[in-house]
C-alpha cells in the first residue's frame, strides 16, 4: 500500500470545518495522514479547527502545523511531509470527495514509477441552490505544453461547461523538489502544480468523479474578477513543463466514451449498485480497466438484469436503442452522447447536437413519456 499525504490550508471557512473533518474521518484507507493549517484567518476559523481536531476519530493520522508565512502550504506542500510518503494529495478545505478515493489511486499508482502527477475527475455544484453545474470530462490525448490554449489564465474556467483540461484531487509524487514560486499571495494553483509536476514525468488522470467543489460567491479563487497578480506563478511552471514535459499516461483513452458515460449519473451513488453500460462490445483488457475504476460497483456490460442502465449512445442508432429500451422496463436510465465532431463556429456545434438530442429522445419518449431523466454532453475536439 501507498502511503498518501493530504494537505488542506483553512482560511476563513468556519462552515465548512465540520464536513471536511468527517469526510477524513469516512475516508476508507488506512495509510494516510491529513496535514493541516490556518492561513492567518480573521475569524474563528484555526480555534474551530483546533476543537474538531481533539473530538476526531482519527486524530493520531491529523498533523496542525504553523506556517512562516501566509499560503506556505497551498504553494509548498513539500515542506510539510517527510520522505516517507509517497503521494501528496490537495484537498481544498471548501469542498468534499469520495471515501474510497485512495484505494482507486493506490490501485493505479502502486506500479508506475514513472508517474509523478494524478488527479480525477470531479462534480462542480452550486453553492447557492446545491444545483449541478457541471462535470469535468478530461481527455488525456496528448502533451500538455500541446494543448497550452486550454489552460491559459485568461480561459474562464469558472464558467466553462467543458472541463477538458484538470481534474482534481490533484496529488504529485513525493519525489519532485520544492516548489519555486515568487508570489507566495498569488491564488492560482492548479496549473502551476499541475505543470511543475508534469515536467517530472507522466501524468496520469483517472476518469472516475470522485471530488466535489462548490462555486462559492465568498471565495477568493471564484471570484468573478480575476485579482491582481492571480496567476503571477503561471509562466515559472510553464517554462518547466516546456523544458521537459513528461507526457501522459493514456491508459483510459480507449474507453473515453464508456467512463464519461458513467461519470454522468449523479443521482445518487453508484457505490454497491447493480449497473449496466450499454456500449459497444469491448475486449476483455478494456473491461478489467473500467472494472477497477469502479471496484466497488455490481458493473455488467450490455446486460438488462441490472437496477441502473447507463447508455453511451455514441454507438446506438435508434432502432438498437428502441430494442434494448423494450427489454429494459422500468428501471433508472442515463443517457449520454458525446459529439466529437469539429465545428469552426458555436452554432454548428448547437445544431450537431439538438440534432442527435432529437435523434435520440424521440425513441426514449416512447417509453418514458416526457419524464425522462438524462445528462447528455458535448465535447468538441480542437476548439
Not at 41 to 66: F, P
Not at 255 to 278: A, D, F
Request: charged residues 25%; hydrophobic residues 35%.
Amino acid at each position: 500500500m501507498l502511503k498518501f499525504g493530504i494537505y488542506t490550508t483553512f482560511y476563513n471557512c468556519e462552515r465548512f470545518v465540520d464536513r471536511i473533518f468527517k469526510s477524513i474521518e469516512n475516508i476508507n484507507y488506512h495509510y494516510f495522514e491529513w496535514h493541516i493549517t490556518d492561513d492567518f484567518s480573521t475569524d474563528n476559523t484555526k480555534q474551530m479547527v483546533l476543537d474538531r481536531l481533539s473530538k476526531s476519530s482519527v486524530k493520531n493520522k491529523i498533523h496542525y502545523m504553523e506556517q512562516t508565512e501566509k499560503k506556505q502550504m497551498y504553494w509548498k506542500p513539500n515542506l510539510f511531509f517527510d520522505g516517507s510518503f509517497d503521494w501528496i494529495i490537495l484537498i481544498d478545505a471548501d469542498d468534499d470527495f469520495d471515501p474510497n478515493f485512495l484505494n482507486v489511486y493506490n490501485y493505479f499508482l502502486r506500479d508506475k514509477n514513472n508517474i509523478t502527477l494524478v488527479s480525477s475527475d470531479f462534480i462542480k455544484i452550486n453553492e447557492d441552490n446545491n444545483s449541478l453545474h457541471s462535470i469535468s470530462y478530461v481527455s488525456n490525448d496528448d502533451v500538455m505544453s500541446k494543448k497550452i490554449k486550454r489552460y491559459h489564465p485568461s480561459c474562464d474556467y469558472l464558467n466553462n461547461t467543458s472541463y477538458s483540461c484538470f481534474g482534481h484531487l490533484r496529488g504529485f509524487k513525493n519525489v519532485i523538489p520544492s516548489f519555486d514560486v515568487t508570489d507566495m499571495l498569488a491564488c492560482a494553483e492548479d496549473s502551476y502544480h499541475v505543470f511543475w509536476s508534469n515536467s517530472f514525468g507522466q501524468y496520469l488522470h483517472i476518469p472516475r468523479p470522485m471530488y466535489k467543489w462548490y462555486l462559492r460567491n465568498d471565495s477568493e479563487s471564484h471570484n468573478k474578477i480575476v485579482p491582481p497578480n492571480f496567476n503571477a506563478n503561471f509562466d515559472i511552471a510553464l517554462n518547466k513543463l516546456n523544458e521537459n514535459d513528461g507526457g501522459v499516461f493514456m491508459m483510459f483513452n480507449d474507453v473515453y466514451i464508456e467512463t464519461c458515460s458513467l461519470s454522468s449519473y449523479t443521482k445518487k451513488s453508484l457505490l454497491g449498485q447493480n449497473v449496466t453500460l450499454w456500449t459497444r462490445p469491448l475486449s476483455e483488457m478494456n473491461k478489467d480497466i473500467i472494472g477497477s475504476l469502479y471496484y466497488d460497483v455490481k458493473l455488467k456490460f450490455n446486460d438488462i438484469n441490472s437496477d441502473i442502465h447507463i447508455f453511451a449512445l455514441n454507438y446506438f442508432n435508434e432502432v438498437e436503442l428502441d430494442s434494448i429500451l423494450r427489454k429494459v422496463g422500468d428501471k433508472d436510465l442515463v443517457f449520454y452522447y458525446q459529439n466529437q465532431k469539429y465545428h469552426e463556429t458555436h452554432e454548428q456545434k448547437d445544431i450537431e447536437l439538438q440534432t442527435q438530442i432529437e435523434k435520440y429522445s424521440s425513441v426514449i419518449r416512447k417509453y418514458r413519456g416526457f419524464s425522462w431523466w438524462s445528462y447528455i454532453r458535448h465535447f468538441i475536439i480542437n476548439t
